[in-house]
DNA sequence: ATGACGTCG
DNA sequence: AAAACGACGTCAT
């Protein structure tokens, strides 16, 4: 049973002493996953699937990160309520009469004239595996390794969802048959069904591989159709010619839509009616939860204040924005009079913001092993900057501890980087830090993000007829230099270890063939984009650098080669610096915000 | 700008 | 023994 609320290890960290036992029953709610509120689990005994769960991870170093997470969570939710409690013994009405104020503003943007829908496709990954394999509908199934991405309907009345360990499935279900993804599958089948979608709406919006909003208020009106029987046909053409089973929401708002398209799953469809006191009526009773945006964590937070459904909103609206900031408050003026955006547009119209990769792997402590996760990563970022036609201004690195602990460190090269070796070469420097700041390191996870991304596409080229050749950007080397490339990367740190001028010289040759030829660019480089000579300063030694005319600097190579000699003959005993120090002594420690310190109250803000 | 964190599918 | 990945967004500093 849940009896123990663990052995606390009672250090210094922990200024409030105090420690309630029912932190178990948020623990396990957490341990529960984030899909609680997905289809299909209703006739499922969530407590004693809760107890498997919290048994099957007791212990783990997973369940201790969430555990930590669920008692800073608390203490965070036992501040809001503490402080709802003060704010509601001063007087409110200014609050209230601008809460009130707002209400009233949003209420004329009310928009009542479209019908958008959101269409869902029921089990997706599964209901494809289903289909060449028609033997599995029966039996409770699920795809994903190590998580579960998807999982059919037999295996969810296991309390199985989409987000779980599958060692944790297989101990809800045994038998539970496990398939791994196969993505081209997957978005060959989706690429069928958007087909269909699009004689209903040109301009439809692909929310995710398996979900979009379409606009109908058009198809309606050219068909004179009510939006129902349109969805009916719609669904039902899907099924017809992809035999994929979809469900639908239908409403006058994207945020209503997707809602409802969950109400009547699997293979079904919802209407909330475009009448205000149709909409008032729905969100009423809805619990906040459902909404798109609000995840466990506010659903905790305003749990703690009183509020579990959209309706509970208005009731608590003079002291939202205090508690939660004003962003937060407009998002949730919005849910309780449920608006919503009723622009639905194709989303290539959507610029993109960031590329990344990363992977899980075993623990690795080995420097080496490391570094060479690390090419690997740059190596697959590559591929997906050539993919996508970017190069990023700034370079960030992820990791994740082997306690669960993620990090994240990010630097601006002097220029937009999209090659392996360049993305390694700045990447690298923040891992050292890091190897530095944590003694010890182990990582569980690796990754690299670009942001602020630089497009390589050549567009507007065509304004005189040319048509602009759809070549990929990066003509810089023949493959077999890449080989090359790398195999040189490793000789690099090796070599590092014996001569510094030999390794120098190494290093220039490199950078020679490395960096972008100009004469290889028949066409205008990069069309519009004109890059700012960023300035930038080495990661390692802190230095001012100088960006040369081919986008690059030897320096961090250089200073970079110190550095690993550095570390290979004096590793042991320490040459670390005292500012290093004192981050890793100070990083365990948590801001256990002291007393005096006022309102350490978190905002958050949601699109739009 | 940077890093932590929340959220979604 | 064992808990993903990629993308987006905020906030505090």
């Known amino acids: 049973m849940a009896g123990e609320s663990t052995d606390r290890v009672v250090d210094e960290d922990n200024g409030s002493g105090h420690d309630k036992d029912n932190d178990n029953d948020t623990l396990k709610y957490q341990l529960l996953g984030p899909s609680l509120t997905k289809a299909g689990q209703d006739a499922v005994d969530q407590q004693k699937v809760s107890e498997i769960i919290y048994n099957a991870s007791k212990g783990s170093k997973f369940f201790n990160h969430e555990q930590e997470r669920d008692r800073n969570q608390t203490l965070k939710i036992e501040r809001i309520a503490a402080e709802k409690v003060r704010l509601e013994k001063l007087d409110l009405s200014y609050d209230l009469r601008r809460a009130d104020e707002y209400l009233a503003e949003l209420e004329l943007t009310r928009d009542l004239s479209q019908y958008v829908i959101h269409v869902d496709c029921d089990a997706f990954f599964a209901a494809v595996e289903e289909l060449d394999r028609p033997e599995l509908k029966t039996v409770p199934m699920a795809v994903g390794k190590g998580v579960l991405t998807t999982c059919n309907y037999v295996a969810r009345k296991f309390g199985i969802r989409s987000g779980m360990a599958s060692f944790v499935a297989k101990k809800l279900c045994p038998q539970l048959v496990l398939l791994p993804s196969n993505y081209e599958k997957y978005t060959a089948k989706a690429t069928e069904i958007r087909k269909i979608l699009a004689q209903y709406d040109p301009l439809f919006?692909?929310?995710?591989?398996?979900?979009?909003?379409?606009?109908?208020?058009?198809?309606?009106?050219e068909n004179q159709m009510d939006p129902e029987d349109a969805v009916q046909s719609l669904r039902s053409e899907v099924l017809e010619n992809t035999k994929i089973s979809v469900s639908a929401g239908i409403a006058p708002n994207a945020k209503i839509a997707k809602i409802s398209s969950n109400i009547n799953k699997p293979n079904g469809?919802?209407?909330?009616?475009?009448?205000?006191?149709?909409?008032?009526?729905?969100?009423?009773?809805?619990?906040?939860?459902?909404?798109?945006?609000?995840?466990?964590?506010?659903?905790?937070?305003?749990?703690?204040?009183?509020?579990?459904?959209?309706?509970?909103?208005?009731?608590?609206?003079?002291?939202?924005?205090?508690?939660?900031?004003?962003?937060?408050?407009?998002?949730?003026?919005?849910?309780?009079?449920?608006?919503?955006?009723?622009?639905?547009?194709?989303?290539?119209?959507?610029?993109?913001?960031?590329?990344?990769?990363?992977?899980?792997?075993?623990?690795?402590?080995?420097?080496?092993?490391?570094?060479?996760?690390?090419?690997?990563?740059?190596?697959?970022?590559?591929?997906?900057?050539?993919?996508?036609?970017?190069?990023?201004?700034?370079?960030?690195?992820?990791?994740?501890?082997?306690?669960?602990?993620?990090?994240?460190?990010?630097?601006?090269?002097?220029?937009?980087?999209?090659?392996?070796?360049?993305?390694?070469?700045?990447?690298?420097?923040?891992?050292?830090?890091?190897?530095?700041?944590?003694?010890?390191?182990?990582?569980?996870?690796?990754?690299?993000?670009?942001?602020?991304?630089?497009?390589?596409?050549?567009?507007?080229?065509?304004?005189?007829?040319?048509?602009?050749?759809?070549?990929?950007?990066?003509?810089?080397?023949?493959?077999?230099?890449?080989?090359?490339?790398?195999?040189?990367?490793?000789?690099?740190?090796?070599?590092?270890?014996?001569?510094?001028?030999?390794?120098?010289?190494?290093?220039?040759?490199?950078?020679?063939?490395?960096?972008?030829p100009g004469p290889s660019a028949p066409t205008i480089e990069t069309g519009p984009v004109e890059e700012p000579p960023a300035q930038w300063e080495c990661p390692i030694c802190s230095k001012p650098q100088v960006a040369d005319d081919r986008g690059f600097n030897d320096h961090v190579d250089f200073c970079l080669s110190r550095q690993t000699i550095r570390e290979a003959t004096q590793d042991t005993h320490s040459v670390v610096d005292e500012p290093s120090l004192a981050i890793a002594a100070s990083r365990k420690r948590k801001p256990v915000n002291t007393g005096g310190q006022e309102d350490p109250r978190q905002k958050r803000l949601f699109f739009r």
């Open 205 to 221: 919006e692909s929310a995710s591989c398996d979900e979009a909003y379409l606009n109908i208020t058009a198809y309606c009106d």
């Open 269 to 516: 469809q919802f209407r909330v009616a475009n009448e205000r006191t149709a909409v008032m009526e729905f969100m009423q009773s809805l619990p906040c939860r459902k909404v798109n945006g609000i995840g466990r964590v506010f659903e905790r937070e305003l749990d703690s204040i009183g509020i579990k459904t959209c309706g509970d909103i208005y009731p608590h609206r003079a002291v939202l924005t205090k508690l939660f900031g004003e962003k937060a408050f407009q998002f949730l003026a919005q849910c309780y009079l449920g608006l919503g955006r009723t622009n639905i547009e194709p989303v290539e119209t959507h610029e993109r913001k960031s590329v990344s990769t990363e992977t899980t792997f075993h623990e690795i402590g080995d420097k080496e092993e490391l570094r060479a996760k690390l090419r690997w990563a740059a190596e697959e970022m590559e591929k997906d900057l050539t993919r996508t036609q970017f190069k990023g201004r700034t370079l960030c690195l992820k990791v994740k501890l082997h306690t669960f602990e993620v990090l994240t460190r990010q630097t601006a090269p002097p220029r937009a980087v999209s090659q392996a070796k360049d993305l390694y070469t700045y990447a690298l420097p923040m891992l050292i830090k890091l190897e530095k700041e944590i003694p010890g390191m182990k990582l569980r996870l690796l990754g690299l993000r670009c942001s602020n991304l630089v497009t390589t596409k050549k567009t507007g080229l065509n304004f005189f007829g040319f048509t602009t050749q759809p070549k990929p950007p990066t003509v810089e080397l023949p493959e077999p230099n890449k080989e090359h490339e790398i195999g040189a990367e490793e000789a690099f740190e090796a070599a590092a270890r014996q001569e510094v001028q030999d390794e120098m010289n190494d290093l220039e040759q490199l950078s020679q063939e490395a960096v972008i």
